[in-house]
């Protein structure tokens, strides 16, 4: 039946023209964004894991900065120590060579003063960013002598816990202005490492079992100290190691992201092709439809 009220094919093909410009819209956002899924309406499941994975991976660059400056932290203090070992030894030279009978135990001691303010200098000028490792004060408000570097960051379901890497300070510590309980402050016998005074001494049986003592003492801390160096440069290696597994992490989740939410382009620019000529001919269609109701007037002519 013809109807000048209802023009069914009109109405056919002007569903079928929407049909085709929605989805030409949504096909230019995808090809302007670059994403298929840029919003819950999308896709709300693809979405929502997007989103969290998304936070995650921000979260893991955080983890990554502080890797970075626990590293450099670490760094220091492995720098210091390996200067203070270098200069400690020297005073073990100086106070072997102060064994033989008849030299100049004070001008040895002078150059032994200056190995131990050296010493000091170290200690105090190894600090980063506000964190010093080899000179302390464990009397101090909020001292805590395990220093943390953030190192992971982990998703179990809705439970999240963030991982460390700790270093025990108390096993590096070259001074500590409480106590003294550093390796080169610490009192063994009556003086330490940064303290002893070889000027007084003669070439007495009992200065010299005092200067060998010493000599022991001074090798003791030699000791104490290339176990920090290699306790150190085990935590800064494993910082090294840790980044680099961030860095990969952070990789593989951005591209797990891009799997679930990104456009695949070369498909989009096919399909928005394809919906224009639909488009074109959905126009034509519409156009002919209405064109229809025309031939009824010839009947009255």
Same mark, same amino acid.
């Given at each position: 039946?013809?109807s000048i009220?209802?023009n069914t094919?009109?109405?056919?093909?002007?569903?079928s023209?929407?049909?085709?410009q929605?989805?030409?819209q949504?096909?230019q956002?995808?090809?302007?964004?670059g994403?298929?899924?840029?919003?819950a309406?999308?896709?709300?499941?693809?979405?929502?894991?997007?989103t969290t994975?998304r936070s995650?991976?921000?979260a893991?660059g955080?983890?990554k900065?502080?890797l970075g400056?626990?590293?450099?932290?670490i760094d220091?203090a492995y720098?210091?120590t390996?200067?203070?070992?270098?200069v400690?030894?020297?005073?073990?030279?100086?106070?072997?060579a102060?064994?033989?009978p008849?030299? /100049?135990r004070?001008?040895?001691q =002078?150059e032994v003063? &200056?190995l131990?303010?050296q010493l000091?200098?170290i200690g105090d *000028?190894? !600090?980063?960013?506000g964190?010093?490792?080899l000179?302390?004060d464990?009397?101090?408000?909020?001292?805590n002598?395990t220093?943390?570097?953030?190192?992971?960051?982990?998703?179990?379901?809705t439970?999240v816990?963030?991982?460390t890497?700790?270093v025990n300070?108390t096993?590096?510590k070259?001074?500590?202005a409480?106590?003294?309980t550093?390796?080169l402050?610490?009192?063994?016998?009556?003086v330490s490492?940064?303290?002893l005074?070889?000027?007084?001494?003669?070439d007495s049986?009992? /200065?010299?079992t005092?200067?060998? =003592?010493?000599?022991? &003492?001074?090798?003791?801390?030699?000791s104490s100290m290339?176990? *920090?160096? !290699?306790d150190?440069?085990?935590?800064k290696?494993r910082?090294s190691?840790q980044?680099d597994?961030?860095?990969?992490l952070?990789d593989?989740i951005?591209?797990g992201?891009g799997?679930l939410v990104?456009?695949?382009?070369t498909?989009e620019?096919?399909?928005?092709q394809?919906?224009?000529?639909q488009q074109?001919?959905?126009?034509q269609?519409?156009s002919?439809?209405?064109?229809?109701?025309?031939?009824?007037?010839s009947?009255?002519r």
């Amino acid at each position: 039946m013809s109807s000048i009220m209802t023009n069914t094919a009109a109405l056919n093909a002007l569903r079928s023209l929407n049909y085709t410009q929605d989805q030409m819209q949504m096909t230019q956002n995808r090809i302007s964004s670059g994403l298929r899924v840029s919003g819950a309406s999308d896709n709300a499941a693809y979405w929502s894991i997007a989103t969290t994975m998304r936070s995650d991976e921000s979260a893991l660059g955080t983890v990554k900065d502080a890797l970075g400056l626990g590293g450099s932290t670490i760094d220091v203090a492995y720098t210091g120590t390996n200067a203070a070992l270098s200069v400690t030894q020297k005073i073990k030279d100086k106070l072997v060579a102060a064994l033989q009978p008849g030299v /100049d135990r004070t001008k040895i001691q =002078a150059e032994v003063k &200056q190995l131990q303010d050296q010493l000091k200098s170290i200690g105090d *000028s190894s !600090s980063f960013s506000g964190q010093n490792w080899l000179s302390v004060d464990s009397g101090s408000a909020g001292y805590n002598a395990t220093r943390s570097v953030v190192a992971s960051f982990t998703r179990s379901g809705t439970t999240v816990s963030v991982g460390t890497i700790d270093v025990n300070v108390t096993k590096t510590k070259l001074f500590d202005a409480t106590g003294q309980t550093g390796i080169l402050d610490k009192v063994t016998g009556t003086v330490s490492v940064s303290t002893l005074d070889i000027s007084a001494l003669t070439d007495s049986a009992a /200065d010299q079992t005092t200067l060998k =003592a010493m000599i022991a &003492q001074v090798d003791t801390a030699v000791s104490s100290m290339t176990t *920090s160096a !290699s306790d150190l440069g085990a935590a800064k290696s494993r910082i090294s190691t840790q980044t680099d597994f961030i860095t990969s992490l952070s990789d593989a989740i951005h591209r797990g992201i891009g799997t679930l939410v990104d456009a695949d382009m070369t498909a989009e620019s096919t399909k928005l092709q394809a919906l224009q000529v639909q488009q074109q001919l959905g126009t034509q269609a519409l156009s002919i439809a209405n064109q229809s109701s025309q031939s009824i007037l010839s009947l009255f002519r």
